[in-house]
């Protein structure tokens, strides 16, 4: 029987042979949305996506939908993001689709991404930014001074590929971490660890709250205004994870009110972030369009995973990065 692969035109050109050489003798053909095909498999590539998200699918990117759906035979969707909260996917899954993200594959810029985001606001880079747009020498000389970084304690929610990988770098900047996780054991490596169920203990003692979590019913809504009552009013929150984590009202009436020193945030509860929100102009938060995780080298990686997944379809072995159900 042929194996129906569905693909964007883009990802069919460039895949096309490697899929051949894993596949070997057995009968496929690569179709597109296009064509009208019903598909066994799909590999969603980040050119279906685009500029879409969520909450605001474009035109492209809902035609590649519709074909999944309409996609009867379906038993296996590759996805290029490491979150399954997309609606459509979520649909897929619980039909009875396979589904398997690309955890990992992206976690190491994220962690850069999250790094800057501590280093731009523990140097005040915004407030350095804003003087020089208005052409003015601002010194970080008297109220201005910043506080070293060395000594600081950064909560880190999630123990995932981020995670693991912020840990150490905010170690190295000589930051003390406590990891907060779902399982009660210590990650090691000098990191303190508290289970998830206890987690607000150790909210008065941090200057950063760093969110490397996944959306999950447990963690939607985690950071609300109980939450952020009691963060330091010194501290900091950073969220390279999902917008869906904070409660915004009350993120935005800590910030306003001074209760809370700055965030950086990478990803909102409505995307793209609403031109009224007042977080594009408080002038202690930097606001990032849900760009963590993009680099030029993400493609090649996620390729070299759905052709290592794809092998393993063909020979009956258990599918990596499964999202649960």
Sequence with gaps: MTLRI??????????????????????????????????????VTRDVTGLSTKHQVLPDTQRFYDALEASRPLRWLQIHSAGTDRPVYQRLQARGVQLATASGVNALVVTHTALAGVLALARRLPQLWRAQQEQRWASLMADAL???????????????????????????????VTVVRQQDSPVGGGLATVPAARWREVLPQADWLLLAC??????????????????PRHSYLINVARGELVEEPALVAALQQG?????????????????????????????TPHSAGLSDGNAARVRRLFLDNLRRWVAGEPLLHLAPD
């Design 146 to 176: 910043p506080r070293d970084l060395e000594g600081q304690h950064a909560v880190l929610v999630g123990w995932g590929p981020i995670g693991q990988r912020l840990g150490p770098l905010l170690q190295a900047l000589g930051l003390r």
């Design 6 to 43: 569905l693909l964007s035109a883009a990802a069919a050109q460039d895949l096309r042979g490697a899929i051949a050489d894993v596949l070997a003798d057995r009968p496929h053909v690569l179709v597109t949305p296009e064509q009208g095909v019903e598909a066994d498999i799909a590999f």
């Design 259 to 287: 209760r809370l020193a700055g965030a950086f945030l990478d990803t909102f509860a409505q995307e793209p972030l609403p031109a009224d929100s007042p977080l594009w102009s408080l002038p202690n938060v930097i606001a």
């Design 214 to 231: 996944p959306l999950t019913p447990q963690t939607r809504g985690m950071v609300d205004a109980a939450a952020l009552a009691l963060l």
